[in-house]
């Protein structure tokens, strides 16, 4: 019987009616104050394992959008253009180790602002406002906004922009021309997909460099660019305000570059290189299909951007599903223990503010502070990064959803587990979160389903993922149908096999149940 169990602590006090042992309160509280050493201890650790970025002479971390050719894409796995060879030139002769990074186009300049790059170089133009934040060396292109149109389009300058459906890629200067002087664009993650929008007849026009403005136009069908350009521009590289020393060897080296011809060479390798990579659809669906999926898969081996990016996004929402659910459960356990018991007040408050700000906020803004922000002191990896801001947010809808289903749990169970002698984190364990799990295991499917897909906003912060893949099979082959088809297939595909998982455990839990 009860009193021949073996009990861990001396009993306190005996109930005159059932004849159950109360024991002390702090003995309830106990499994949340280990839950909350345990992650105090795992963020320690974390956080000395990082350690402080250590200050390296020797490499030279340029970032850019290599989306943007001829000054920036890939060639294979390599990214390549008339930037990204000028920088290799400036870190040949200067003996630096170069590391190239592909982050999207908006977030290149604050990864110089914030020391997670030395050099920005993405075909950037000097404006004022730049100017303000960066400091920029030596200008060495000269470029225009042009605008792109289909071939019979009215449009035949910049006076019959007004009131038109115009594309930008965001965050360019193009951007900042058409919304200061013409109206609001529909703005692009990248130039290829607003290109692309033009072809289908989506936007009227697209304002864009010159340069891959030939690129694109050469590879599509159908368009033409104006005559008339809409202003005139000069490319530099962004470096850090406190960065003098390598302003003056970026500056220097330019200059050398330039007198003894290297400059010259780079640019014409790349004005002359070939265009004949275009899937046009000439011969029939069938055959177009076919070239198409030639040229965008097996060409080049590109299907091994989709492979490669797919691997870092189920190691990321892997690793992020396990941080979530020990944060939901944690987080789900305080505010549940205080709803029912009117304890851990000041943790409840804390668990609370921390719902109402993850749930508050997009991911992707997340994503940039954590990168940014919370982490521009250290040097740790993206992909960790990306755990622990995707992490973090799935843990507050992990918690709620885990704090529905033990509240739906009777209390009639708290009350029974207790009155057998059992302490309260006991009977949480055995008795309530047991049958809260299998409550809620729809929604949390549905969680992490939303969790994997949310990956996609990685290549803010330069990690090559399933949906960057995409990207940089499109800059390559600048066809948006069949890369973009790809990976909706591939994200369909996971999404249906862990909905058939989630199906399977949940017929064999309610197996059980009988």
Known sequence: MLRDIPLPYPPQ???PILGHTVHNNYMSASPCKKYILLLLACVLTFLTACGEKEESHRKLIMVTNATFPPYEFYQGSEIV????????????RNNLELIIEDMAFDSVIAAVQTGKA???????????????????????????????????????????????????QHGTTGDTYVTTNIGEPERFQDGALAVASLATGKIDAVVLDSAPAQEHVARNAGLLILPTSLASEEYAMAIRKNRPELLLLFNKTLMEMQLDGTMAAITAKYQGKDKTETATQTSGFKTW???????????????????????VTIEISFCAVLMGLGIGF??????????????HKVLNILCHLYL??????????????????????????KVLVAI?????????YVAEIIRSGIMAVDRGQMEAGRSLGLSYGATMRSVILPQAFKNVLPALGNEFIVLLKETSVCGYIALQDLTKGGDIIRSQTYDAFLPLIAVALIYLIVVVCLSQLLKKLETRLKKNER
């Open 13 to 15: 006090k005996t109930g």
């Open 81 to 92: 253009g008339i930037d990204a060879d000028m920088v290799r030139e400036i870190a040949s």
């Open 118 to 168: 030395d050099v920005a170089a993405s075909g950037i133009t000097v404006t004022e406002d730049r100017k303000k934040q960066i400091d920029f060396t030596s200008s060495y292109v000269k470029a225009d906004q042009v605008i792109i149109v289909r071939e019979g389009s009215d449009i035949t300058g910049a006076d019959a922009l007004k009131g038109r459906r115009i594309g930008v």
């Open 289 to 311: 299909l076919a070239h198409s999926f030639e040229i965008n898969f097996v060409k080049d081996s590109r299907w091994k951007y989709l492979l490669n990016g797919f691997l």
């Open 330 to 343: 944690l987080v789900a356990v305080i505010r549940s223990t205080h709803d029912q018991t009117g304890r």
């Open 356 to 381: 109402t700000v993850v749930r508050g906020t997009p991911v992707v803004v997340q994503l940039l502070i954590i990168y940014f922000v919370i982490f521009a002191a250290v040097d740790v990896s």
């Open 388 to 396: 622990v801001a995707f992490g973090v947010n799935s843990g507050a």
